[in-house]
């Protein structure tokens, strides 16, 4: 962090990090809590139903205390991937845990550029045009995320910001559209439909070379490994999980093609293992692209968008359908690219 406090990513965005009280955190002790599982929680695995309640608390010691049996389902011990129903009664054990510290605040031109791109709102969804180089929660080093400051522009703005929660992520060089959800119910129903693959998204990527007109689907196992400390990197491999993205061509130029990529499943770093698996990977991206590959050294921004999703909320007949703007970086490497 350099001296005025800011950080600053690629794309010139500014995050006002708050300073923190120099001393330690005060610690609260917990006694041990039996909670009931409520209807919005229903099937959640006993892992993640935890974490949303215990929140701080390392994942690393949660598993811990599954494993020695401290968290009980109705009185019986259970595993972290076992799963939660309506009318349980989920013991926590006690915990010395660390004072939340107050949320961060974001700068002004954070605060303004997530205004600005809202592309949806009422009283059950948000929907966000993301903006690059911007993760959409902080961890692994970020201090703060969309999520962290739509909750704080809510706490501000006093609209209620008791309950904003991503409903799925992309990755921070990503832009497009990021769906948070504003209720529990809402949460829930949506990520059924993720889950049940009801949920149609569609990406533009600008990849480099001439995309085959042959290759309308990539079938290609992903998995995901940590390569050090914070960083992963995914790879094609018949040990990993299926994924499968739909292709089509959209846009041909003379050293570049512009797709439209539909993920069937959600891995991480899908769209962009599968076009580098096909052999055309996107440009600007500089963790699955080698250098010596890449013929736009130039471009140091992620050419990938997530340009439209739709689904369905609580067996309505109503379809949501929501389409972001390309972000002007993509659109202005599109522009070279034509003149050329």
């Known amino acids: 962090m350099n001296p005025s406090g800011l950080i600053t990513p690629r794309n010139g965005n500014l995050l006002l990090i708050q300073k923190q009280h120099s001393e330690a955190a005060e610690s609260l002790n917990r006694g041990v809590e039996f909670v009931e599982v409520k209807i919005d929680s229903d099937g959640q695995r006993l892992d993640n139903f ?10 690393s010691r949660i598993y811990r205390l599954v494993r020695k049996g401290e968290v009980r389902i109705n009185k019986k011990r259970a595993k ?5 129903h309506t009318g349980d009664i989920v013991r926590l054990p006690p915990l010395r845990m660390a004072a939340a510290l107050p949320p961060l605040r974001p700068s002004e031109n954070l605060v303004h550029l997530l205004r600005s791109n809202i592309l949806f709102e009422n009283n059950d969804l948000l929907v966000i045009n993301k903006p690059q180089g911007i993760a959409v929660h902080g961890g692994s080093g970020l201090k703060i995320g969309v999520i962290e400051a739509m909750r704080w ?3 501000e703005a006093e609209e209620g910001s008791e309950f904003l929660e991503l409903v799925h992520r992309i990755d921070k060089d990503t832009t497009g559209c ?3 959800a504003k209720n529990a119910i809402i949460l829930k129903a949506l990520q059924n439909e993720f889950k049940a693959r009801n949920v149609s998204k569609v990406y533009h990527a600008l990849v480099h070379g001439r995309w085959p007109d042959e290759i309308i689907h990539v079938n290609a196992p992903l998995l995901k490994r940590e390569v050090k400390a914070g960083e992963k990197v995914v790879t094609v491999d018949d040990e990993g999980k299926a994924s499968e993205t739909d292709i089509k061509v959209l846009q041909r130029f003379r050293n570049a093609t512009l797709i439209e990529a539909s993920p069937l499943t959600g891995r991480t770093h899908q ?3 599968h076009c580098q698996y096909a052999g055309h990977p996107i440009i600007g991206d500089s963790k699955y692209t080698s250098a010596t590959a890449s013929a736009f050294p130039e471009v140091r921004n992620l050419c990938l968008h997530a340009a439209a999703i739709s689904f369905t909320v609580l067996d309505t007949d109503a379809r949501f359908s929501f389409s972001a703007p390309m ?3 993509m659109l202005n490497v599109m522009e070279q690219l034509q003149a050329q």
Not at 52 to 59: E, N
Not at 80 to 84: A, L, Q, Y
């Open 50 to 59: 935890i974490m949303s309640r215990l929140k701080g608390v390392p994942k």
């Open 80 to 84: 972290p991937e076992s799963r939660v």
């Open 153 to 155: 522009i809510k706490s």
């Open 178 to 180: 990021l769906v948070i």
């Open 271 to 273: 769209i962009r293992v």
């Open 327 to 329: 972000n002007p970086v």
